[in-house]
């Protein structure tokens, strides 16, 4: 079958670093990507790998192997903003996506 | 204004009655995709167009069905609600929807309540 894993919930503190892992097995693989979801809200585009190595967009980056299964989000110099929901979600081989159950990002001042 | 919309934001509706999700796009989007999301559950896959005029099944259809006689519009139908239907349902869209970095853009949700 098909499936994504993530934490459940971290805790980080504001200003600090914070990674949250994602690890895939998929019935091929088209692409991985994060999205952010505050509490209540639609979830939002974060950030796009499909070639293996850390793509960075101001203060998010992330991370991918493609051998490994397995992707990062790190977030910098968090802001009690930062404090929701990160789903990692992988494009399979029908280009459809598989959602992870998301990782819930406290942010503590 | 552009993006997605959808009606209503909440319902509640008894068991066994029929209930249609709206949601409308004025993005110009080939692809139309309706999701539940249910707590300590991923994002799932009920149904999806990749362009006017044809849908296919995604990883949780039994009970819905949907129609896409336009680009702009996906309606979402349950025919005969049960209460394992309660969930938030997210309608998205993309541009091409079988490209590899086509990235969705969800509406704002429906909250439904089958009691």
């Known amino acids: 079958g098909q499936n994504i894993d993530q934490p459940t919930e971290m805790t980080a503190t504001e200003g600090a670093i914070v990674q949250i892992n994602c690890t895939y097995q998929?019935?091929?693989?088209?692409?991985l990507f994060w999205y952010q979801q505050h509490a209540g809200e639609a979830p939002t585009f974060l950030s796009y790998?499909?070639l293996d190595g850390l793509e960075e967009k101001g203060r998010f980056s992330s991370f991918l192997s493609r051998s490994k299964g397995y992707s990062y989000l790190l977030l910098k110099e968090l802001q009690m903003k930062d404090s929701a929901s990160y789903l990692c979600?992988?494009?399979?081989?029908?280009?459809?996506?598989?959602w992870g159950a998301g990782t819930k990002l406290i942010i503590k001042p | 204004i552009a993006g997605i919309t959808q009606a209503p934001t909440s319902q509640i509706l008894a068991a066994g009655r029929r209930m249609t999700l709206r949601c409308t796009q004025d993005m110009r989007h080939n692809a139309m995709y309706w999701y539940r999301q249910d707590l300590g559950l991923g994002l799932r896959l009920i149904h999806y167009s990749n362009t006017a005029g044809t849908t296919g099944k995604g990883e949780v259809p039994d009970g819905y069905s949907v129609s896409r006689a336009n680009t702009d519009d996906f309606p979402l139908t349950l025919a005969s609600a049960v209460p394992s239907q309660t969930s938030v349902y997210f309608c998205?869209?993309?541009?091409?929807?079988?490209?590899?970095?086509?990235?969705?853009?969800f509406g704002p949700g429906t909250r439904l309540t089958v009691l």
């Open positions: 998929t019935s091929g693989f088209n692409g």
């Open positions: 998205a869209s993309s541009p091409v929807g079988t490209g590899g970095g086509d990235e969705q853009f």
């Open positions: 979600a992988v494009k399979d081989s029908n280009y459809q996506l598989i």
């Open positions: 790998n499909v």
